[in-house]
């Protein structure tokens, strides 16, 4: 990535939002030109050194760089302000650079990162939606139920670690939310036929752990009669694998299912 490409942020703040995520708001020169009107979902790459620490300066071209992808929860353009919420998981850098350097960031840290890149929405023609994902995909799925039009119907369906990780989220009035508790790799699947189909043609948009997205495809696959174009399921992480193991096997999953 080009050093123009980088922007370097400051934590301007540092909460424990519910037990398992921590949310950082950023300041930062750099900022004025971040494109504020970035869609819902949107994502930043954060670069960390090989030792899991942020880059005090901007990274040399021969310097290990490790990228973590991390949502636009909120950018605003008011106060000059970016907000990340990270999903903690372990302790120790060992256990992942971003979560680890998340949960022990205080005001004043310098943060490099790249982007935005834009991912693929809900299908804009339907009658309904639902949307499915886990803690990680929960600022996503946040950020899309706060842009979607009022009339809208459907669920969103949310896998927490702890029943005080649900938070209250902005949301059309027929958008039902569900908390899913201890989830298993099956557990969002499984929640498709718990659900009551409405009328018409849906837009699933779903994130989360690599099985668990491979349960939710092919459970969708299988068992409802959805066409492809009305789908988004990706992973947002693998168990046991780091982000650059994890974006090989993503890789690797799509072409062998695109086949
Ligand atoms: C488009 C996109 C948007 C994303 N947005 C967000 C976001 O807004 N907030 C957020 O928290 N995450 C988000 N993620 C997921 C995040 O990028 C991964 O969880 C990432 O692996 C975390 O990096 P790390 O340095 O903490 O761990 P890594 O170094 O990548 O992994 C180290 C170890 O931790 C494990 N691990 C990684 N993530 C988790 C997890 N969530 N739970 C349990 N174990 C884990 C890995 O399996 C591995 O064993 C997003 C991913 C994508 C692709």
């Not at 939710?216 to 009669?225: V, Y």
């Amino acid at each position: 990535m080009k050093k123009r490409n980088y922007y370097q942020v400051q934590v301007q703040s540092s909460q424990r939002l519910t037990p398992t995520m921590q949310r950082l708001v950023f300041q930062g020169e750099d900022l004025q030109r971040f494109p504020h009107d970035t869609p819902a979902g949107s994502y930043i790459k954060l670069l960390f050194n090989q030792y899991g620490e942020s880059f005090t300066d901007a990274p040399a071209e021969n310097e290990t760089v490790l990228m973590r992808t991390y949502t636009v929860r909120h950018a605003d353009a008011k106060t000059g302000t970016l907000t990340v919420d990270f999903m903690l998981h372990g302790e120790g850098v060992e256990s992942g650079p971003a979560s680890h350097w998340a949960v022990n960031a205080k005001p004043g840290d310098t943060l490099y990162f790249g982007g935005p890149g834009t991912s693929k929405g809900l299908a804009d023609e339907r009658d309904w939606v639902l949307l499915m994902g886990d803690m990680t995909a929960l600022p996503a799925i946040s950020a899309q139920l706060e842009n979607l039009p009022a009339d809208t119907k459907g669920y969103a369906v949310i896998s927490i670690e702890d029943a005080d990780d649900k938070q209250a989220l902005t949301h059309p009035d027929n958008v039902d939310i569900i908390w899913v508790e201890n989830a298993g790799s099956d557990t969002l699947a499984s929640s498709l036929a718990a659900i009551r189909w409405l009328d018409g043609t849906p837009a699933v948009w779903a994130a989360c752990e690599f099985s668990s997205m491979r349960a939710i495809r092919s459970a969708l696959d299988e068992q409802f009669d959805i066409p492809r174009s009305q789908v988004y399921v990706t992973s947002y992480w693998r168990k046991g694998r780091s982000e650059d193991q994890h974006k090989i096997d993503k890789r690797e999953d799509l072409a062998q299912y695109n086949g």
